[in-house]
Structure formats: C-alpha cells, structure tokens
T-cell receptor, first 117, second 113 residues
Framework: AQKVTQAQTEISVVEKEDVTLDCVYE???????LFWYKQPPSGELVFLIR??????QNEISGRYSWNFQKSTSSFNFTITASQVVDSAVYFC??????????????FGDGTTLTVKP | DTAVSQTPKYLVTQMGNDKSIKCEQN?????MYWYKQDSKKFLKIMFS???????INETVPNRFSPKSPDKAHLNLHINSLELGDSAVYFC????????????FGPGTRLTVL
C-alpha cells in the first residue's frame, strides 16, 4: 500500500526565513511519481513539481527547491526567503505506475505554512 | 479559458436530497478524478476515470455514482445526502494515468443541513 506522511501539521515563520516542508513516502513499486501541490487560502490546488523515481536530481525553481532522496524515501520542499504569499497548505503526493494502483494518487495530510510579515 | 471547471461552486441542501456536481476539462486529458476534502483539509481520492472507464473506486459509499459521458466530462451524483457528505469536492484531470501532474477544478463546497 502506498502512504505519504507529512509530519509537520503547521509551521509558522517570519518573512524572509527559510523553511523546509518534510515528506516521507512508502511504496512497494520501483516506478512511481512524487508531486507537490499548493493550496492558498483562496482554495484552488496548484501543481508545483513532479519527480519520477529514477530521477534523484534536486531541483531549484526560484525560491523553491526540492530534495529527493530514495535512500530515506523523502521528498522535501524548501522555500528560501519566505514571503507572505507563500502562506498556504502544501500537499505532497505519490502516484504509482503501472500496476493496480495506477490512477490512484495518495496525498499527505498537508502542511499549513503561515508566513508572518 | 478555464482548464477544469466545476458547477456549482456552492451547494447547500437538506439531508436526504439527491444532488449532482458537474466537471468539464478542456485540456484534452485522458484521465479525470474526483477528490473529497474534509474540514481538516485532508484530501482523499474517490474515483479515477481513464478514457471514460472507471479505474479507481476508493471504497466510496454507493450513494456516490460518477458518470463520464465522454473524456472531457466527469459528473458526480450523490443520492440520499448525509451530514457527513459536507465537504469540498474537487475534480481534476491529468494527461495520463499516474504519470503526470493533475490540474484541479476550483472545487464545489457542499453543505448538507
């Protein structure tokens, strides 16, 4: 069975601080995909990044960076120099492919990030 | 142009009623989904459809019946609504099953009184 754990329920930081959101996953498949989504207070869900299980390269996009480590089954997300607009619920998700669970994305419980001015 | 649209945005109804939520995507995607997000923001998949065929049904009560008339549409009908059905329901689509990111609709906030 696939499982995604986001142990941090809520994080509060002051603007310009760096913050890391943790994501640990469980899967028996060797082929899988990991995602991060953002849900701002307005409620929509926005895709941030996708990573497949064969690509352990870290990625940086502006102030956002992602660290994927298969050895620890983790896919952590760091925001550098946080801003108030980063305040949102962030979800980590896992999708297995192929197999009987293809098409079933498992989401973590989300981490609520509050960035204070 | 809205990529994934849902109607209605808000739905307030009495217990025991039957209601439907409609979803349409104009992205040309093969796969569509329904998710339920509860008051604690937990997001759970309910159904996945690929090319109009049901591929995932996550132990959802049979009061919930999805229907996909074509690849661009996935509707959700709910019979005999219960208080516990109150939630935000999100429709989503992706290019292929499992491989690609999902694009979400704006959500439908269902309140059962």
């Amino acid at each position: 069975a696939q499982k995604v754990t986001q142990a941090q329920t809520e994080i509060s930081v002051v603007e310009k601080e760096d913050v890391t959101l943790d994501c640990v996953y469980e899967t028996r498949d060797t082929t899988y995909y990991l995602f991060w989504y953002k849900q701002p207070p307005s409620g929509e869900l926005v895709f941030l990044i996708r990573r497949n299980s064969f690509d352990e390269q870290n990625e940086i996009s502006g102030r956002y960076s992602w660290n994927f480590q298969k050895s620890t089954s983790s896919f952590n997300f760091t925001i550098t120099a946080s801003q108030v607009v980063d305040s949102a619920v962030y979800f980590c998700a896992l999708s297995e492919f192929p197999g009987p669970n293809a098409g079933k994305s498992t989401f973590g419980d989300g981490t609520t990030l509050t960035v204070k001015p | 142009d809205t990529a994934v649209s849902q109607t209605p945005k808000y739905l307030v109804t009495q217990m025991g009623n039957d209601k439907s939520i409609k979803c349409e995507q104009n992205l040309g995607h093969d796969t569509m989904y329904w998710y339920k997000q509860d008051s604690k923001k937990f997001l759970k998949i309910m159904f996945s459809y690929n090319n109009k065929e049901l591929i995932i049904n996550e132990t959802v009560p049979n009061r919930f019946s999805p229907k996909s008339p074509d690849k661009a549409h996935l509707n959700l009908h709910i019979n005999s609504l219960e208080l516990g059905d109150s939630a935000v329901y999100f429709c989503a689509s992706s290019q292929e099953v499992g491989l690609h990111e999902q694009f979400f609709g704006p959500g439908t906030r269902l309140t059962v009184l």
